[in-house]
């Protein structure tokens, strides 16, 4: 039998096996089909939203639910589902974009850190370590005095911190990729150190990277929450899924319905990112090539 009796089997990238064994995740498929549609409700949310969210009818005060007002209202008459669909836009959005800044700043420090090595290497990583021994709130609490309350700040604040796992992260991976046969074929072609770094070092730390930024989403929405109920988070009239949580919690006895909605649009939104991530990780592992 010659090679030619066998069909040519078409070649396989790693992102399309990768997508292939995620497809085979029904948890991680069912978070993903979730996020989608928590980010599409995200989007549509002016045009979809029943009421304002600040419209306030003192006169009906915490309601239960009714075919007026789905999951009922709070006890200045505010539309729940309305506030629970604006809050789900400034959860999401202090999830994704203080992700990015963490991603930005760690992605770039880890990896010159990594690719520098020696003692340039070890002076950055103990910066690391110091900011690492820094407490979260009490950070959070000066940036507050000193800059006063903002969406911005809050992006800057949780961004700020989350970026130094990120950091550790690449420059292990940078550090074990530095010493393989195609940088050096590289350094062979005369390519500039920042060129290998840029083209050829971080792209292959993209598996990790992914991974780590799909489980770090959950994590900053948690802390954005929990910075909400302290009342340093987004201040009213605005809301996040914190701040409709630690109303909740403070009326619960008398009106459940406070606590019970919010909370469930918060677990299901960590849950979905949990089970992508745990899908991505598996589907990215190298060692479960052509599972």
Same mark, same amino acid.
């Given at each position: ?27 991680? /498929?069912? +978070?993903? #089909?979730?996020? $989608?549609? *928590?980010?599409? %409700?995200?989007? &549509? ?124 992260? /690449?420059? +292990?991976? #940078?550090?074990? $990729?530095? *010493?393989?046969? %195609?940088?050096? &074929? ?106």
């Amino acid at each position: 039998m010659t090679v030619r009796d066998h069909a040519i089997q078409p070649g396989v990238s790693l992102w399309q096996d990768a997508w292939r064994r995620l497809c085979k995740n029904r948890l991680a /498929v069912a +978070g993903l #089909v979730i996020l $989608l549609m *928590q980010a599409a %409700f995200a989007l &549509a949310t002016p045009w979809i939203a029943p009421y304002a969210y600040d419209a306030q009818d003192r006169a009906l005060g915490a309601a239960a639910p009714s075919a007026q007002h789905w999951l009922g209202t709070d006890q200045l008459g505010r539309d729940l589902f309305t506030r629970i669909l604006y809050g789900g836009r400034i959860s999401l959005l202090v999830g994704f974009v203080a992700t990015a800044v963490a991603l930005i700043i760690g992605v770039s420090y880890g990896a010159f850190a990594g690719y520098a090595g020696g003692r340039t290497d070890a002076c950055l990583m103990r910066i690391v370590d110091i900011l690492y021994a820094l407490p979260f709130t009490v950070f959070v609490i000066i940036l507050t005095v000193f800059f006063g309350r903002s969406l911005v700040l809050l992006f800057a604040a949780i961004g700020a911190v989350e970026w130094l796992t990120m950091a550790r992260i /690449v420059r +292990g991976q #940078v550090r074990s $990729l530095k *010493q393989k046969e %195609f940088i050096e &074929a590289a350094y062979a072609l005369g390519l500039s150190r920042s060129r290998i770094l840029a083209c050829h070092i971080v792209p292959n730390t993209l598996g990790p990277i992914i991974v780590y930024a799909t489980l770090t989403v959950p994590n900053v929405m948690l802390l954005e929450a929990f910075l909400s109920f302290l009342g340093l988070g987004v201040q009213a009239p605005m809301s996040s899924w914190g701040i409709l949580i630690k109303e909740g919690v403070e009326t619960m006895e008398e009106y459940p319905w406070l606590l019970i909605f919010p909370s469930v649009a918060l677990s299901v939104t960590l849950f979905a990112l949990n089970f992508l991530g745990d899908g991505l990780r598996d589907a990215l592992d190298p060692k479960r090539s052509g599972d």
